[in-house]
């Protein structure tokens, strides 16, 4: 309780301090508008329907990528960790994905997949990609070796070795995977529609910049940051379904 | 007492009787063991020539690093002999067999009662006899009402129990037991010791105890083997021949006399 009220007074503090500067400065609205201006914009950009539309738009893409990313993240990941003769042969073709900026393929993506929805999955599921698959990796070379030894030992059939304990060892690696890849899914939806973007928040908010309206600018971020808060906890609150025999699953996230 | 589906207990509370003169359940015939490691060749295991009659209980205590587990990895296929081989009883064919380690290494993501019928689940799904059974091993190692709790939720000791409750799962023939009470304190060690003379009286399997206690050997076993360290050869075996079941008997002077005549063995 009193950890709680103390995150509300800085959070108290931080908007006073806010409020404060662009009073006292006197600060133009176009470069840091007041706190308060910046709240109307938001219920202004919440009560305007088309803004639930960029938003499906937005949401559709990340959520595509993200799932993309689960799925051949978590593949790849296993198939590395567990079989010395593919981690040898694409090691390099993934440790070269992994240093490319992978932002700076998105003029490729949208050569290839249009400047409709497609791309911006792909720039998402790009993004969002690495962090599932180096957790997967590791999860599948962390399998314990004495519960292994059991498996051995009981003659275990492979199909029920991989249900009953390479998936369950690797759950907890690939979950935390997930936390990090969700937050890069939204990062690739919106700077993809940044670049080639005719719909989406990503859209909005550079047509918003153009406008000069920073106030419903600064909203739309917001805007995203609750999109963003909202996912990474549903996929940290995953731990409690799918591991709740796992210690982190009681961890909280804030 | 055992559930009709663990097994039926005679009337005269002692199956081994009965086991007497059936042969040995496995033969181990100068097995030799050497591990390559960076800074030289170490010897494991020596010329080791033993064997385990059906229904006997053996137990080896030896210095760390003698090797002694090595054997019991070696019997459960773990490694491979460098040298010698494994003879089992009956035609070549392996016995049915248990291991308990010293790690308990049940599945943490599993219940008790699913983590004992582990030995069922890695073949496939389990019935409701298996499940019948899980919870009658349950009880016989004394954890009823703890069935569905995860292994995190119990003791160390109980951990243990039900480690040694999935090594009998399959009604072993051989029962394989890596010092399955070395982490244990003093008090839970001596409790489950007693259980396990209990249970073992009961069931009529041969066991093979690796430990380094050697008052949990003399208590437990029919046989005690003492090994020596780097190579692990046989230095000494004694023929324990108190009355069962010893609980009462742990401070009488035969115990203590045994205890310290295998100690001065185990010194050499």
């Not at chain 1, 799925?71 to 960790?81: A, K, S």
């Not at chain 2, 490694?79 to 308990?100: F, N």
């Not at chain 2, 073992?200 to 066991?207: D, H, I, K, R, V």
């Not at chain 2, 050997?217 to 360290?229: G, N, T």
Request: net charge positive.
């Amino acid at each position: 309780m009193k950890r709680f009220a103390l995150q509300v007074s800085a959070v108290v503090a931080f908007f006073l301090i806010w409020k404060g500067y662009v009073h006292f400065f006197d600060v133009s609205p176009l470069v840091l508008p007041a706190p308060e201006l910046v709240v109307v914009a938001l219920f202004r950009l919440l009560g305007a329907t088309d803004t639930y539309y960029h938003l499906g738009i937005t949401l559709t893409e990340c959520l595509g990528g993200f799932l993309f990313a689960i799925v051949f993240g978590t593949i790849v990941g296993q198939l590395l960790g567990r079989v010395p003769i593919l981690d040898t042969v694409f090691k390099p073709f993934v440790i070269a994905l992994q240093v490319t900026p992978k932002v700076a393929l998105i003029p490729l993506f949208i050569l290839w997949f249009g400047f409709g929805l497609e791309s911006k999955i792909i720039v998402s599921a790009v993004l969002a990609f690495f962090p599932v698959f180096a957790n997967s990796y590791l999860g599948a070379k962390s399998v314990d070796r004495g519960l292994s030894e059991v498996f051995t030992v009981g003659r275990a059939r492979q199909s029920r070795r991989f249900r009953l304990l390479v998936i369950p060892s690797s759950l907890p690696y690939i979950l935390t995977g997930m936390e990090m890849a969700i937050v890069l899914a939204i990062i690739g939806a919106v700077v993809g529609e940044f670049v080639a973007g005719t719909r989406g928040l990503g859209y909005l908010a550079t047509i918003k910049l153009q406008e000069l309206e920073v106030d419903t600018l600064f909203a739309v971020v917001l805007l995203l940051a609750a999109i963003g808060f909202s996912l990474y906890f549903a996929v940290g609150s995953l731990r409690k379904v799918l591991i709740p025999w796992h210690e982190s699953a009681n961890k909280v996230a804030i | 007492m055992a559930d009709s589906t663990v097994r039926m207990v005679p009337p005269a509370g002692n199956v081994h009787a009965l086991n007497a003169s059936r042969g040995p359940v496995v033969r181990v015939d100068g097995v030799s063991k050497r591990f390559d490691t960076k800074s030289g060749t170490v010897q494991a295991l020596e010329g080791i020539r033993q064997s385990i009659d059906t229904g006997e209980f053996v137990a080896i205590v030896g210095p760390s690093g003698c090797g002694k587990s090595t054997l019991l990895r070696i019997l459960c296929g773990l490694e491979e002999p460098t040298e010698g081989r494994i003879d089992w009883g009956r035609e070549g064919q392996a016995p049915r067999m248990g291991v308990a380690f010293q790690d308990h290494r049940l599945l943490p993501w599993l219940s008790v009662e699913q983590n004992i019928m582990l030995p069922r689940l890695m073949q496939g799904r389990a019935s409701a006899a298996d499940v019948d059974r899980a919870l009658a091993l349950c009880k016989l190692v004394g954890l009823t009402g703890f069935e569905k709790r995860r292994p995190a939720e119990l003791s160390g000791g109980m951990k243990q129990r039900a480690s040694v409750a999935r090594a009998l799962f399959t009604d072993p023939e051989l029962l394989l037991l890596d010092e399955p009470f070395g982490a244990l304190d003093a008090l839970t060690r001596e409790q489950i010791t007693a259980d396990t003379e209990r249970i073992w009286t009961e069931q009529g399997f041969a066991a093979l105890l690796i430990t380094h206690s050697i008052s949990e050997a003399v208590h437990l076993a029919d046989r005690v083997i003492v090994m020596s360290a780097r190579p692990g050869r046989v230095v000494a075996e004694f023929k324990i021949d108190l009355p069962r079941p010893r609980t009462e008997a742990l401070g009488s002077p035969e115990f203590g006399k045994l205890c310290s005549d295998i100690r001065k063995k185990l010194e050499l």
